[in-house]
């Protein structure tokens, strides 16, 4: 997303004519001067900026001033100028210089720009009701008023705030009628288009619309921007976003087009370090090769020089990132902190990201109960944004662009064949969950019996343990002072004991879920026996390295030509590590061999395994190694 200044620049180059000429208007009777030499003296004897001399954090004092100082006829567009020399950390001076810009020089297009720069400051602000209501009243007056362009800014800025609540299709659309406007009037590569192509970019890249989003971004690098101001400026900024397209499919490219960025940048301004956020793609990238050590000092470079407080979608996202690196490279403590402060931002992906990690965070520290909340947290966010229209986003969007109808065939052929594939299964799992019940009830008589002897033998060592307590007791009355100290140390030693006894007890309800474990992975085991016995120098394999996953690859084509392609072709949409967790379930192996051979924990398998059914469409986890023993 862009910063405030380009947003506020995007606007002043199309507005800033419009205001002279309405400057005009609201002072009829004011002596007029044909040109800015007003401004010009008062720029020269004010060290090149008159206006960056007021006192812009008091919007009543600013017109005050203005009004004594400034010709009545000038006064208008010294007003606006003052609105763009004014920073954006304090909301309340911001509004309140548009009330008094509206109640001194009244005038509808004054109010339609009041209206229209209302509604960007609650966009920023993610306060989206509100900034709803301004622009549509802005989009109206604009219209109301002949002008179309001036209207066109607040449906773009509505789509700027549809991308921020993930509602891509409303987004989308949106820009595309800007777009279709701009096409009308002008096809002069200028600022608005610039800056519209990037946006579009990013609402194909949110919705999930890679090959779109490509496309929009290739669209732009290769637009003749020399006729904007600062090209570089904005060659730069189309690298960057090229280097975040290329971010997770290939990082090698993505750190390319980063130094690419930061070549352009650097021919500029040599002496000025490059912008945090080309620091941070830089750092993404290496973290994404799994160079977590080498993506660290750029992370951290780019957290200590992000100062956009203002940018709130952004910002964030650089204490994300940092806490993720602090967590590859198991200092929890340090991910612990910056996950918890990325916590603040409003955009729903990053928050359900940020509380994913912060669990993984909690459950190595073995704080399991902050970990479930985490997780649960997450669960909520991601089924919120997944069911927010997304799917509606990408068709809608699609349509204006003629690949809709294609998408949609191949959405219902996916939706035909997953439900073929559903009812082929039904049969066989009912048969094999009969099978299941009956062994595991089973099996759970057999713990039964198993859990009655134990307590029989912890019994009996209770009664062991208390008639020693007692050998002990009568032993301490024999003996003196002296000896009275070492026989009470003895039996707190003893007591110890009892209590340590006491929590084997009190672990035997966790024998029982270890013991259910067992049961699901016998059954797990009965189905491996009917599928073919893979290559033993397979299953022995470890996949550490990308070296070693290339040649358990090359390993398992071998054992079972064709089954890759195949489960590529019908799921698209499996990461890397859901691909290897498929082929060694596929291959038999238990929960504790997948985490032998991929070096993590047992309870990481399980959550790869629950990300693995939801990606799968399974009903639960249990239902996945059936799934895949029969694909």
Known sequence: MRSHSSLYLFHYFALVAFFICCTLSCKKNAPLQPDNSFFETQNAAHGGDYLATYPLSDADSCIARLKAEVPSALQPWGCLSI?????????????????????NYPHDTVFAFAQMVRGEFYVDLAKFDSAQICLRDAHDRYTQLDRPLDASDATYLMARSYVYQNNYADALQAYSEVLDLLNIHDTTFSHRRAYLYKDIAVAYERSGNKPQELS??????????????????????????????????DPDSSIIWTNT????????????????????????????????????????????????????FGYYQYGLALGECYLCLGKLDSAEIYLSESLSTPDTGNLAKGYELLGEVYGKQQLYKKAWLAEKENFQLTKAKITSDRIKATADADARYQLAQKAYQI????????????????????????????????????????????????????????????????????????????????????KTQLYETRDILSLKD???????????????????????????????????????????????????????????QDFPNLTSAETRLFLLIKLGFETSE??????????????????????????????????????
């Open 510 to 568: 966790q024998m029982i879920e270890e013991l259910h474990l067992r049961i699901t992975d016998a059954n797990s085991a009965q189905r491996k026996n009917n599928d073919s016995t893979p290559d033993k120098k397979l299953i022995s394999m470890k996949i550490l390295t990308p070296a070693d996953w290339g040649q358990f690859q090359k390993r398992f084509n071998e054992q079972l030509p064709g089954f890759i392609p195949k489960m590529q």
């Open 83 to 103: 609105w763009y020399h004014m920073p954006r950390s304090n909301p309340a001076v911001n509004f309140r210089l548009l009330e008094l810009y509206e109640e």
């Open 261 to 312: 960025a930061i070549d352009i940048f650097k021919k500029e301004n040599e002496s000025s370090p490059p912008p945090p956020r080309f620091i941070y793609w830089l750092a993404r990238a290496h973290f994404m090769k799994g160079e977590c050590e080498t993506a660290l000092p750029y992370f951290l470079d780019a957290y200590q020089r992000n100062t956009n407080k203002s940018s709130l």
């Open 216 to 249: 929009w971004r290739k669209k732009t690098w290769e637009a003749d921007a020399s006729k904007l101001d600062k090209p570089w400026r904005f060659k730069a900024g189309v690298a960057s976003g090229l280097s975040a397209y290329y971010l997770r499919s």
């Open 594 to 631: 997948i985490a032998e051979t991929l070096g993590i924990a047992r309870d990481s398998v399980w959550r790869s395994r629950h990300r693995l059914s939801k990606k799968l469409n399974l009903p639960d986890t249990n239902t996945l190694d059936a799934f895949i023993s029969d694909f």
């Open 411 to 494: 959405e219902v052929l996916e939706s035909q064949q997953k439900i073929t594939r559903q009812k082929n299964l039904i049969a066989s799992l009912l048969a094999l969950l009969s099978i299941g019940l009956l062994l595991f009830l089973y099996q759970r008589q057999r713990i039964r019996h198993q859990l009655i002897k134990q307590e029989k033998n912890v019994l009996i060592q209770e009664k062991q343990l208390l008639g020693q307590a007692k050998k002990l007791a009568e032993t301490n009355e024999r003996l003196k002072n002296q000896e009275l100290l070492l026989a009470q140390k003895d039996l707190t030693e003893t």
